[in-house]
Nanobody, 121 residues
Framework: QVRLAESGGGLVQPGGSLRLSCAAS????????MGWYRQAPGKQRELVAV???????TYADSVKGRFTISTDNAKNTVYLQMNSLKSEDTAFYYC???????????????WGPGTLVTVSS
């Protein structure tokens, strides 16, 4: 079973920066990809950024050039560095992990509880 725990959300002024972290814990799995999604009030959850074990990166157009996703594979941890934050970045940010179990090669997917990012002056 994969368990995820996010940290790093909070209140920041427009133009500011925040760094989110998400650590995967548990045993019996190998991570294939980790990523960040967000959901603003009244909107659907959307992809922000994903990184695969092979370091293939995917970003939403709205965050390209401002956000950077990275991982520490040894720690099964993914980071999201968010710079030049805008009010429209305000949302709950959710960590996601795509994994394969070491027994029976079952596909596993996990979501973190979410962390709130508020961009406001």
């Amino acid at each position: 079973q994969v368990r995820l725990a996010e940290s790093g959300g909070g209140l920041v002024q427009p133009g500011g920066s925040l760094r989110l972290s998400c650590a995967a814990s548990g045993s019996g799995f190998n991570i294939n990809a980790m990523g960040w999604y967000r959901q603003a009030p009244g909107k659907q959850r959307e992809l922000v950024a994903v990184i695969t074990r092979g370091d293939v990166l995917t970003y939403a157009d709205s965050v390209k050039g401002r956000f950077t996703i990275s991982t520490d594979n040894a720690k099964n941890t993914v980071y999201l560095q968010m710079n030049s934050l805008k009010s429209e970045d305000t949302a709950f940010y959710y960590c996601n992990a795509d994994a394969t179990s070491t027994s029976w090669s079952r596909h596993l997917e996990a979501w973190g509880p979410g962390t709130l990012v508020t961009v406001s002056s």
